[in-house]
């Protein structure tokens, strides 16, 4: 009867478990809102760089040549502005 009484109050590992789940819990919420913020700056680094892709000059030229036996004409490009492209599409 006395084992089971001294089991019956051992609190000890109650503690210990309580403090565990506690800082769990905030590592938990922790990683939950920083994975948020990394999803959203990630994103938003990604729309940079299809921005930064979509405002290259994307049109060339040359002129053509011509020598003593044969000639090359020239060539052009003109790339005209997406439908819907614009800055801040990603939401």
């Not at 729309?47 to 892709?53: M, P, Q």
Request: with cysteine; hydrophobic share 40%; charged share 15%.
């Amino acid at each position: 009867m006395k084992t089971f009484n001294q089991l019956l109050n051992d609190e000890a590992g109650f503690i210990v478990s309580a403090e565990l789940i506690l800082v769990a819990t905030i590592v938990v919420l922790g990683l939950i809102v920083g994975l948020a913020e990394l999803s959203m700056n990630i994103n938003h680094e990604l729309e940079d760089v299809g921005t930064a892709f979509n405002n290259m000059q994307q049109s060339y030229s040359f002129d053509g040549t011509s020598g003593h036996k044969g000639s090359i004409l020239g060539s052009s490009f003109d790339d005209s502005y997406d439908f819907c492209s614009s800055e801040c599409d990603v939401n």
